[in-house]
């Protein structure tokens, strides 16, 4: 078994589209919905958490890219700007999941994106407007 | 055997002074013993970076033709008000101003993307900064309104000049209350599910020194990534905090007013900060030399962070209607990554950046290694624990 974070966007077509119940029913896998909204322009935005076998979660994201759904990694949607992180450290104390993280020897920050759920709540605790979310542009 | 500030600036002359950051001192403390490490070492680096709201610059535009008196007039830097009551060309922006145009806290938490701190570090990165001015016209100065670009490298005088910076000690900031909140401490999550704290601990200027005993007016300091002084006592200097068994105070105590050139700053040690909910501030790398001229100086500046201490205080209640503490912890425990409070684990967060810190004591350290940084003789103290000056509340006197 092996999971993997993914952001969906669906074009305003596909919006009223079984596709995720298809994605989990016919490639067997688990999800955990992370993230789910649909713009005001009516493209569907999808943060899940994908769980299976290797073959599967391949076949899976073959299918959505098929259905016409653009797929990308998370860690690929969520970034700091290095040069605007002080290495503060403020947002360690809200990270619910640890991906945001002071190493004890440098006392620099690290985020550790596989780590990530993109809830965000970094975005809003950074004094200096460093840590970033691609997804919703 | 006692050192004086003349033997030790000689030595780096020399270059013959042992220089050290106060992280390093504490390691040679426990390995020498702090007898030995004073007659040793000549000069310690301290450091801090982090926000500090009460900071501000001040210029002198240049006088355009025709002349203008902004005196009494208004003055826009990016869309920042500058306070403008001084002579026709003389501006003055502080950290926490914002454009009036700025939504604030009306769509709450407010984001306060770009204020007065933003402006300082945008000029100091060298970037064109927008002025706008208005003014009401005189004999002398009749021109009303002026509209243009200027950059640092071309207006006359641009000053750092910081009311109060440098806190000695800062509470560590929770929230009691069931709703999130926001605050200069950042976010604070509701139910003790967080905890701020503001200081760079065993390298914060003050913790060093806790007694004032060698930083005082005329302290020649790395300010901004470049030169400053300590000018003034800052503002709510409160020495008479109580101390802990090591001399140091376990509240925030002591303060300093700093000043220096903002031409020969660095973008990377002034930056503009924006607190969600709370307004814009500016961080600012402060770095002071700490010279050994005797065993007692040295063995507070070993002083680490498992020996300062300081109180944990609510934000939700505590805090705007003046309370007490929910208890004390030192700065080990709080750059371990959490706290215990109640029984209940709590995850900690840093306002101020240790790691800049660091870099800031070591950028010091070399350049008065290389001879060019000497250190100066306070030409006043700052007012001692024992000197009664304080910090009062407002005496409120409504008006009606």
């Given at each position: 078994m092996i999971s993997s974070k993914v952001v969906l966007k669906f074009p305003p077509e596909l919006v009223d589209q079984p596709i995720t119940s298809r994605l989990v029913k016919e490639h067997n896998l688990n999800f955990n919905i992370l993230k789910a909204q649909i713009s005001p322009k009516e493209d569907g935005l999808l943060v899940l958490e994908l769980e299976g076998e290797k073959v599967d979660l391949e076949g899976g994201l073959a299918f959505l890219e098929k259905a016409g759904v653009k797929v990308s990694p998370l860690s690929l949607e969520i970034g700091r700007d290095e040069e605007r992180c002080?290495?503060?450290?403020?947002?360690t104390g809200i990270c619910p999941t640890g991906?945001?993280?002071?190493?004890?020897?440098?006392r620099k920050v690290n985020f550790l994106e596989e780590k990530c759920?993109?809830?965000?709540f970094c975005l809003k605790a950074c004094p200096y407007q460093a840590m970033r979310v691609k997804f919703y542009s | 055997m006692a050192k004086t500030i003349a033997e030790i600036n000689d030595k780096i002359r020399k270059g013959k002074a042992v220089v050290v950051s106060a992280e390093e001192l504490i390691d040679i403390v426990e390995e020498k013993g702090v007898a030995k490490a004073a007659t040793e070492i000549d000069v310690v680096t301290t450091a801090t970076f982090g926000p500090m709201c009460s900071s501000g610059a001040y210029f002198n535009v240049g006088h355009s033709n025709p002349k203008i008196k902004i005196g009494g007039g208004s003055a826009y830097l990016n869309d920042v008000p500058a306070y403008s009551?001084?002579?026709?060309v003389d501006i003055y922006i502080g950290a926490t101003a914002l454009p009036d145009d700025d939504p604030r806290n009306r769509v709450y938490?407010?984001?306060?993307?770009?204020g007065g701190g933003h402006v300082i570090h945008d000029l100091v990165a060298g970037r064109d900064v927008e002025l706008k001015a208005t003014a009401y016209g005189?004999?002398?100065?009749?021109?009303?309104k002026l509209d243009t670009w200027i950059n640092i490298k071309d207006i006359n005088e641009a000053v750092l000049f910081n009311p109060?910076?440098?806190?000695?000690n800062y509470n560590v900031a929770v929230n009691l209350s069931d709703k999130a909140i926001y605050t200069y401490m950042g976010v604070l999550l509701p139910k003790l599910g967080n905890a701020n704290y503001c200081s760079a601990g065993q390298l914060s200027p003050l913790l060093k020194d806790p007694y004032y005993r060698t930083i005082g007016i005329g302290t020649k300091i790395f300010l901004g990534g470049g030169v400053g002084y300590v000018?003034?006592?800052?503002?709510?200097?409160?020495?008479?905090i109580p101390r802990n068994d090591k001399g140091v105070p376990v509240a925030p105590a002591g303060t300093l007013a700093v000043m220096g050139d903002?031409?020969?700053?660095?973008p990377e040690w002034l930056v503009g900060v924006s607190m969600q909910g709370y307004g814009t501030s500016l961080s600012i790398g402060i770095g002071v030399p700490i010279p050994i001229l005797n065993e007692e100086i040295c063995r507070f500046a070993a002083l680490k962070d498992e020996d300062l201490w300081t109180k944990i205080v609510d934000y939700s209640e505590a805090y705007p209607k003046g309370g007490g503490s929910l208890g004390e912890v030192n700065y080990a425990d709080l750059k371990s990554g959490k706290i215990t409070l109640d029984g209940k684990e709590i995850r900690t967060g840093g306002i101020s950046s240790y790691s800049k810190a660091v870099e800031i004591a070591n950028l010091l350290k070399e350049s008065i290694e290389k001879k060019e940084f000497f250190l100066t003789e306070p030409v006043a103290y700052l007012?001692?624990?024992?000197?009664?000056?304080g910090f009062k509340p407002l005496n409120e006197r409504p008006l009606a």
């Open positions: 002080t290495d503060c450290s403020v947002c991906a945001l993280i002071v190493d004890q020897v440098t759920i993109a809830c965000e | 009551g001084f002579a026709a938490p407010g984001k306060f993307a770009y005189t004999d002398c100065y009749p021109r009303k109060r910076n440098a806190y000695q000018v003034w006592q800052g503002t709510q200097h409160n020495p008479g903002l031409k020969g700053m660095k007012p001692s624990p024992e000197s009664g000056y």
